[in-house]
């Protein structure tokens, strides 16, 4: 169904209730619905039209709310923005998560009853989410206007009673309670897994321990100090969040980014989309415990971070993005050499894919293991190399081309299985599609400006990026004098951790490390 | 026997340091060097987002705990190339050791991006390869004889850092990593974020940058045992 259709559709199917505005050139429908037809209407766009949910929204405007759910789906039916608005002074709105089955939202929705301290009918377990409980008193509402953000609330102590929640109560039950910190070099995350003897019956993640509450700081910021925010809140995935930053800034001034700014943001991307699967393939060869091939990732992992440290300055990219384009032009000679060096890197990688399908130990502890099935994945609207494991084949640099995708031919490599061994795989073939991209960018660098004029004006807009992780979407509103009013951000690990229990329950407790390096989870990017 | 095979063909790739400096390209993200720039001094401090450069008479002075590598003062501040930052903490001087051999380390996040993190865990890479150096990463706080805290200290994990740090025997060192332990980087200071590790906990070892390459994170460690003598980058205008 194409854009048009599709506000046929819900004119059609909703007459009174629901209206749309469809920008054709944007891509972007936006309906402006009732309350009352919110759930049927948010579960027909995913259910029935097969839409991913992206992301929910909350503004807090002068007199009103305005609850923004964002769905996203092929090439033809583009965007849809779900708004729904409602005096400050009712602030319940329906849960789509319980009464249209869009689990997709039920963090999202978790997470604005703790900021804002908005309600949302159904949903059967609000609170204790982003602020813990043990810590936070009920009434800090920290999104909300007026709240001060920058006076330090160091004061509250922990509550000595707060037990974990068990759901397990056979005789011999126990729970094994997990971080925040544990093992070697970790995010502190904490875990609980109950179990009667081997098997994780149920898994929890408790997160948010790293919360430094990114989106309310940037308000009230300039730009460019938002935009070092938006780099370094998750800074192992640093560029894909800073261009998806970028790229909303630059569709609310309407500025239009030169082309060789767009070749080389799209090198730079895949250039760190390879250094973090490298990453994330020695992540997974260590949670086996197979240290040749950790070490061999490894010497890769530090390879490509020296060679975008060489090419850009730093080694994790920073500074070198600009809302216009990139705040410093890298000559061709330096990306050709990057380039050489990156192939190198991809034909040992394809050489330890080879080694590691043959070793009989790894596989035993990598297959069918953490297996998500493509129900759930679509169920809970997964993205990246976690829902291209489970068949489910989104990526927004196909579904939705941004700077010059559209000009590059590439694949988007899918399995089936749905276990730890097949998002290995989709790693792999990934970083195979990201070298093949950056041969195409090498090659079609012409010369030309690097940055152009970007003048912010009052607007809001949607960012998003294929991070190497997954979609994410950056919402930015800027008010009268171009500062940030409202900045929101879905990563790529909020939207994966969801689902993350279902793949660590009905396996054994020493299958726990394995199935969460799989997932290549980052709780900076969850937490931000 | 694949393995052991492959392993043995990668050669070695360990870098010489602390031996020998390390002059591979990309190892090091750099850091300003403060200058005389006369009337432009205070035009150029007032462009610097965490106020790490400061403007006194005209010179500008640099103060390394603050340094997020945003690149915005350059080029009319010169950047360093190098990596040995570690500095002592406030009133510590040069750490003669306790510690003779081995060393084990806790890593704590205490709100850390997923940089400094990653670049901890580069020193087990063959590169960096730390165990050479007799350094060893501990989960257990009781077997820890340093502590290295990466993140700007956020509310919920207040708590537990200051657990993990009663939990370890003593003698004990802190060696906070990077601009946010230091300083709280760009996230400080608000209603959820301190300004780094030494709000909390008496800090040993100070390793700026944003985050450090696991060079200086390595000089860092070598600090904390008293193996090597502390960097003296933000006291004077030359760096």
Not at chain 1, 276 to 298: D, K, R
Not at chain 1, 360 to 365: A, I, P
Not at chain 2, 95 to 120: K, M, Q, W, Y
Not at chain 2, 165 to 186: E, F, I, N, W
Request: charged share 20%; net charge negative; proline share 6%.
């Amino acid at each position: 169904m194409n854009g048009a259709q599709l506000k046929e559709h819900i004119e059609r199917t909703w007459p009174g209730q629901a209206s749309c505005r469809l920008d054709a050139e944007a891509r972007v429908n936006e309906v402006t619905c009732e309350p009352g037809a919110l759930a049927a209407l948010c579960g027909d766009l995913f259910h029935e039209r097969g839409l991913a949910f992206g992301g929910l929204v909350v503004e807090e405007g002068r007199e009103d709310w305005q609850l923004r759910y964002v769905f996203y789906g092929a090439r033809d039916s583009g965007w849809v923005h779900v708004r729904v608005t409602a005096p400050l002074a009712q602030s319940v709105f329906p849960s789509i998560a319980a009464q249209a089955k869009v689990f997709a939202a039920d963090w999202h929705e978790r997470e604005a009853e703790d900021l804002f301290g908005v309600h949302f009918e159904g949903h059967p377990r609000l609170g204790d989410f982003v602020l813990h409980d043990d810590v936070w008193q009920e009434d800090v509402q920290p999104m909300r206007r007026g709240f001060d953000a920058a006076t330090a609330m160091n004061n509250r102590l922990p509550d000595a009673d707060w037990r974990p929640r068990r759901v397990v109560h056979e005789s011999g039950a126990f729970m094994m309670p997990v971080g925040p910190k544990f093992s070697g070099v970790t995010e502190s995350v904490h875990f609980q897994l109950e179990t009667v003897g081997e098997d994780v019956i149920r898994s929890w993640t408790r997160l948010f321990y790293k919360w430094r509450a990114v989106e309310k700081l940037a308000e009230g910021k300039p730009l460019e100090d938002a935009l070092l925010l938006a780099e370094r809140f998750a800074a192992t995935t640093a560029f894909a969040h800073g261009l998806a930053f970028c790229q909303a800034i630059e569709s609310i001034a309407g500025a239009s980014v030169p082309a060789r700014a767009q070749t080389l943001r799209v090198f730079l991307a895949e250039l760190e989309r390879l250094r973090q699967h490298a990453g994330a393939i020695q992540e997974i060869c260590e949670s086996t415990a197979l240290v040749v091939a950790t070490s061999q990732a490894g010497l890769l992992e530090e390879e490509l971070l020296r060679v975008s440290g060489a090419l850009a300055g730093h080694r994790y990219l920073f500074g070198l993005l600009a809302p216009g384009g990139l705040a410093a032009d890298l000559p061709g000679d330096a990306c050709r050499k990057a380039l050489a060096q990156a192939a190198g890197a991809v034909a040992r990688l394809d050489e330890l894919e080879g080694e590691l399908a043959i070793s009989s130990s790894f596989l035993d502890r990598i297959e069918e293991v953490g297996v998500i099935f493509p129900r759930t994945a679509v169920a809970y609207s997964l993205v990246g190399p976690v829902a291209r494991a489970s068949n489910l084949a989104r990526d927004l640099r196909r579904m939705q081309p941004y700077s010059r995708y559209d000009a590059f031919a590439f694949d988007v490599p899918v399995e089936e299985e749905g276990d730890g061994y097949a998002r290995l795989r989709v790693l792999f073939a990934e970083a195979r599609q990201s070298l093949r991209i950056m041969q195409q960018a090498a090659a079609d660098l012409e010369a030309g400006e690097v940055r152009a004029a970007v003048t912010p004006r009052p607007g809001a807009a949607l960012g998003w990026a294929e991070a190497p992780r997954g979609a994410t979407l950056h919402w930015v509103r800027l008010d009268d004098a171009g500062r940030v009013a409202r900045y929101r951000i879905v990563t790529p690990s909020f939207t994966n951790w969801h689902s993350f229990h279902l793949a660590a329950e009905k396996f054994a407790f020493q299958d726990f490390p394995i199935i969460l390096s799989t997932f290549d989870l980052s709780a900076a990017e969850n937490d931000r | 026997m694949k393995w052991v095979l492959s392993g043995i063909r990668t050669g070695i790739h360990t870098t010489a340091y602390p031996s020998a400096e390390e002059r591979a390209a990309g190892v090091t993200p750099g850091l300003p060097v403060g200058t005389a720039l006369g009337a432009e001094a205070a035009v150029l401090a007032g462009r610097c987002p965490t106020h790490a450069l400061e403007e006194r008479n005209g010179v500008v002075t640099v103060d390394y705990r603050r340094c997020v590598h945003c690149y915005r003062c350059r080029p009319a501040l010169a950047w360093r190339s190098d990596y040995e930052w570690a500095g002592s903490g406030a009133g510590r001087g040069e750490l003669s050791g306790p510690f003779l051999r081995s060393t084990h380390i806790l890593v704590v996040d205490a709100g850390d991006c997923g940089a400094c993190l990653n670049e901890v865990k580069q020193l087990n890479n063959p590169y960096y390869n730390m165990h050479r150096l007799g350094f060893f990463i501990t989960p257990a706080p009781r077997h820890a004889d340093v502590l290295l805290v990466v993140g700007p200290v956020t509310d919920h994990m207040r708590v537990p850092l200051k657990k993990i740090y009663d939990a370890m025997p003593t003698p004990k060192r802190v060696v906070a990593v990077g601009a946010c332990a230091l300083s709280g980087g760009v996230f400080a200071e608000s209603f959820v974020c301190g300004k780094g590790a030494s709000t909390l906990l008496p800090v040993d070892v100070e390793v700026p940058g944003n985050p450090p390459p696991p060079l200086a994170i390595l000089h860092g460690l070598l600090v904390a045992v008293g193996r090597k003598p502390p960097a003296t980058l933000a006291s004077g205008s030359a760096g």
